[in-house]
């Protein structure tokens, strides 16, 4: 990986997420010139980000996946998800943790790069990970949509509407967009388990027992946050308490043990 190239990247992922947290201090409205101005800057990071990481995780040798490889690609996939939602939704605030997170993935990568060699992976493997890669992508900006979401709550329960919470959407709405990306998140999650099902010989195998089994857990407790929303309109702190324990399974799942796996055993 470049190293000027990654600390270009960094330095316009930070000159993005400060653009918001500036804007969202002076409590502006999320529209007009300054708004295409902040997502074009987030835009050209993820397409240097993209440039970046391309060679370091289709090597010669096959699909390196190595825990800051992963890592990296997830944010990557996570910004670039966020600026395509922005064409429809007010979503950019969310860019303030996303573009932070992708900065110091790529500082990871830099400090860290891969030294392990790929592996040779099947198509139905390599689909299988994209479709956990995006599950785990959407369902990332769920949650920090979650926090959001308890934050402006509590400042309206609490009767301090400041700028910071004007310049957010009505509550409803955020509420609304939330649960739009656990939806989508929850499909992909479906899918990246039936694909395991499929394409895995054994996803119970003992390398790979606590991912499936925290996996399946994530897909349980959004499972029942959406049922409850359907059947009892779970919303508020209820469904941000869901969305954030659902989530750390996930996470727990697939970075929890490529840690224990790659950094303290060395495997």
Known sequence: MSSISGLLAIALYLTTSGMLVMRLARGAVGNGAGRTRILLIGTA???????????????????????FNAA???????????????????????????????AVSIGLLLLYPATSPGSSLSWQLQTHILISLLAYSILGLAVLQALLLAVQERHLHNRQPGGFIRSLPPLQTMEVLMFQMIGVGFA???????????FLEDIFAQHLVHKTVLSIGAWLVFAILLWGRWRFGWRGR????????????LMLAYFGSKLVLELILER
Request: glycine residues 10%.
């Open 238 to 249: 209820t469904a941000i308490r869901w969305t954030v324990g659902g989530f750390v399974f």
């Open 45 to 67: 990071a993820v397409l240097i980000h993209a440039g970046l990481l391309y060679p370091s995780i289709l090597t010669e040798s096959g699909l390196n996946l190595g825990f």
């Open 188 to 198: 992909l999650l479906t899918l990246a388990l039936l694909t395991g099902v499929l």
């Open 72 to 102: 990296s690609l997830i944010a990557l996939l996570t910004a670039a998800l966020l600026l395509v939602a922005t064409f429809r939704e007010p979503v950019e605030n969310l860019g303030i943790a996303v573009f932070a997170v992708a």
